[in-house]
């Protein structure tokens, strides 16, 4: 157990070290997180608060960054809203991550009618413009915070799937896979033991930056009135305020700004993993 832990810490060490995109991507996702946990005793007011102070332009002494048309102090609600926007984010990309592996890995090692089948169920949601995919279901379903995660993750796995299939094709022709075949291991124990392990890491680089495209979409969602309308999020607070954009500009703008930030963390940490983890790219 022990010589496991050091490898793994050795591992992420050296991962750590190979892209400077990578820590900081890493540094900058790190400060993020810690403005979503501790956002309760960061913001100044509650997100919900209804002040008498409307459309207060950002300079403020009581409020930095303004307040919309109701009042809502918009650096409270920014803060507030990262917590929604990085759930959604990671929830869903966990999601697409998950089924995508396993799909992957099933159909790559398995090959046969299995193989074709996932390949051909691939194909189809990678032919449908997903987004108008999610649009659909949303409008049919419900927009609350549980189905915009599920449907968002339920619809962004092929790629997952497709990344993951071709490393499990590669990975069974292996000498150590042949010969765990040969010792009388079962197919399910080599699937998870060693194909998966050793043929995740583009799945996890993939599913880094499925994040900021999860984030995207839901803001693309709320942006269409489709979003949860009771919860604090960057992309509900930009639908709020796009009827304000004369008198308000700073209702939109903010959270919009927020919203590009925290998608160009997670590309720059899903490209330093890319970057990272192959090795044809670190000789380049």
């Known amino acids: 157990m022990g010589k496991k832990l050091r490898k793994m810490a050795k591992r992420l060490g050296s991962l750590w070290r190979a892209s400077r995109q990578l820590q900081a991507g890493l540094l900058l996702f790190l400060i993020v997180l810690l403005i979503a946990i501790f956002a309760g005793?960061?913001?100044?007011?509650?997100?919900?608060?209804?002040?008498?102070?409307?459309?207060?332009?950002?300079?403020?002494?009581?409020?930095?960054?303004?307040?919309?048309?109701?009042?809502?102090?918009?650096?409270?609600?920014?803060?507030?809203?990262?917590?929604?926007?990085?759930?959604?984010?990671?929830?869903?990309?966990?999601?697409?991550?998950?089924?995508?592996?396993?799909?992957?890995?099933?159909?790559?090692?398995?090959?046969?009618?299995?193989?074709?089948?996932?390949?051909?169920?691939?194909?189809?949601?990678l032919m449908i413009p997903s987004f108008f995919l999610v649009l659909i279901i949303v409008s049919i379903f419900g927009s609350n915070m549980f189905n915009v995660m599920l449907v968002i993750g339920l619809t962004s796995w092929p790629s997952n799937a497709r990344m993951m299939r071709v490393q499990a094709m590669s990975l069974k022709e292996r000498t150590f896979i042949k010969s765990a075949v040969v010792m009388g291991e079962s197919r399910i124990r080599i699937l998870f033991k060693y194909i998966i392990p050793n043929g995740l890491f583009p799945v996890i680089a993939n599913t880094t930056m499925g994040v900021a495209k999860a984030i995207l979409t839901e803001a693309s969602l709320s942006f269409l009135g489709l979003g949860d309308p009771n919860i604090v999020s960057w992309g509900q607070m930009v639908f709020d305020g796009k009827a304000y954009l004369q008198t308000g500009w700073w209702i939109s703008t903010l959270p919009g700004l927020s919203i590009m930030l925290i998608v160009i963390i997670f590309y720059m940490i899903g490209d330093g993993l890319n970057y990272a983890l192959s090795p044809r790219l670190k000789k380049l």
């Open 41 to 125: 005793v960061l913001s100044p007011y509650d997100p919900y608060f209804l002040s008498e102070d409307l459309l207060v332009a950002p300079g403020s002494e009581n409020h930095p960054l303004g307040t919309n048309q109701m009042g809502c102090d918009i650096l409270s609600m920014i803060l507030h809203g990262s917590r929604a926007s990085l759930a959604i984010g990671i929830v869903s990309a966990l999601i697409s991550g998950i089924i995508g592996t396993l799909l992957g890995a099933f159909a790559g090692y398995y090959g046969g009618k299995l193989d074709k089948v996932t390949s051909e169920i691939i194909n189809i949601f």
